[in-house]
């Protein structure tokens, strides 16, 4: 294994890492003030950045080089110090547009959509004019087992006619949001439980879709783009929005979630590393019981103990990158399995260590910890919750030694 960047890459670092000192850090209340007018929509502040960003290049850094045409030019362990130093900020990676759920979609019509479907939905999206949603989970099953989805797609004559309830459907309640991948069963009786499923564009203007509200994280909304319970009630999408073909939907959904995953746990390690940063700051800035806090044991046990787990998670990371540019995502998909249970896990010790030395500023809305944290704890849960990774990478691995 070898982590040293290329003179490239490290240049790509110091133009993130100047772009985040110059305009993103210094706008971040001056963001959480400009969406209290309006919190469904794009802020004009986040537009300007978004411009100033693809203006330096800085653009649609996720899409490995396997992707061809549409791909910056990185491979995936590439990419990841880039990604931890956009995941500081919870709206950074959008700047970039390199947010979380456009890059996956952006990543499934670039792989498995048609070239119709990529003219009309992909160039949109990689060029930032439009935003996106995934519509997977459902309120009334366990949708950490795909095959229970519930959510009908029938075809009648020309038209795809979609019935269900999806919540928690990330970018959905923004008002630029145009464009959903929905995922439902088209053939629910199939022996099969793998090809059950299909999945099919839909447009958020399509009679029918009905966003029912937002939901929230922890009490946050997470405007701009929230999470919405939609329901979709005699939905018509023509049959060319189908991706692939009926059947397909398990295997783009398993092909849309590994690079998905991975770009969180890079985010996950930028998290914990401000985190950090600002725990060394706060002990050494604040004094209690007549000394600075960094005198305590205690919290140079917690500073040390956190540096030691974000740089086991962080070379867990870049490892798992490495090995799906080398031998593919399938040939890694337990060390993604094992950096998605390592990585929210981590960054939720180091975020809650920080809260501590904090004080009651560390729960309040003048540091980033505590929305930072309600975020690191939904990823517990998104993209397959812990539970499911452990099963399948304990399966895996015990059956090596059968």
């Known amino acids: 294994m070898n982590f040293e960047y290329s003179e490239k890459v490290q240049d790509l670092i110091a133009r993130v890492t100047s772009f985040m000192d110059q305009y993103v850090y210094p706008n971040e209340e001056k963001m959480h003030e400009s969406l209290k007018d309006d919190p469904w929509s794009t802020p004009p502040l986040l537009e300007e950045l978004k411009e100033k960003a693809r203006a330096q290049g800085l653009w649609n850094l996720f899409l490995p080089v396997s992707y061809g045409d549409y791909s910056a030019g990185l491979t995936t362990l590439e990419y990841a110090p880039l990604a931890e130093l956009m995941g500081k900020v919870?709206?950074?990676p959008e700047v970039f547009n390199c947010a979380a759920p456009d890059t996956g979609n952006m990543e499934?019509?670039?792989k498995y959509g048609n070239e119709a479907q990529k003219k009309k939905w992909l160039e949109p999206l990689l060029a930032g004019k439009i935003r996106s949603a995934f519509a997977m989970t459902e309120p009334l099953v366990a949708s950490s087992d795909a095959t229970n989805i519930e959510t009908r797609i029938e075809r009648d004559g020309d038209e795809y006619v979609i019935n269900g309830r999806k919540f928690y459907i990330s970018g959905a309640c923004r008002k630029q949001c145009e464009i959903m991948i929905v995922m439902g069963k088209t053939d629910p009786e199939n022996s099969n439980r793998y090809i059950q499923q299909?999945?099919?564009l839909v447009p958020m203007n399509t009679p029918g879709v009905e966003r029912i509200r937002p939901m929230h994280v922890f009490g946050y909304n997470d405007s701009p783009e929230g999470h919405a319970e939609i329901v979709f009630n005699n939905v018509r999408v023509p049959v060319e929005n189908i991706i692939v073909g009926e059947g397909?939907?398990?295997e783009i959904a398993q092909g849309r979630l590994g690079p998905g995953r991975i770009h969180?746990?890079?985010r996950s390690v930028g998290a914990a590393q401000?985190?950090?940063e600002l725990m060394c700051k706060r002990a050494n800035q604040r004094v209690a019981f007549?000394?600075?806090l960094i005198k305590q044991q205690s919290v140079r046990e917690d500073i040390a103990h956190s540096a030691c787990q974000i740089e086991q998670a962080r070379l867990m990371t870049l490892k798992a990158a490495q090995k799906m540019d080398t031998e593919g995502n399938k040939a890694a998909k337990d060390l993604i399995a094992?950096?998605?249970?390592v990585a929210p896990n981590m960054a939720l010790d180091v975020i809650d260590r920080a809260i501590q030395i904090h004080g009651a500023v560390g729960v309040s809305q003048d540091t980033f910890l505590a929305q930072m944290w309600a975020g690191q704890r939904t990823l517990r849960l998104a993209d397959g919750p812990d539970q499911v990774h452990m099963m399948q990478l304990g399966r895996d691995l015990a059956k090596q030694y059968s």
């Open 198 to 200: 299909s999945q099919v």
């Open 248 to 250: 397909k939907g398990f």
């Open 90 to 92: 919870m709206w950074a």
């Open 108 to 110: 499934v019509l670039a």
């Open 290 to 292: 007549g000394r600075p």
């Open 274 to 276: 401000r985190a950090l």
């Open 338 to 341: 094992m950096i998605k249970i």
């Open 264 to 266: 969180h746990c890079m």
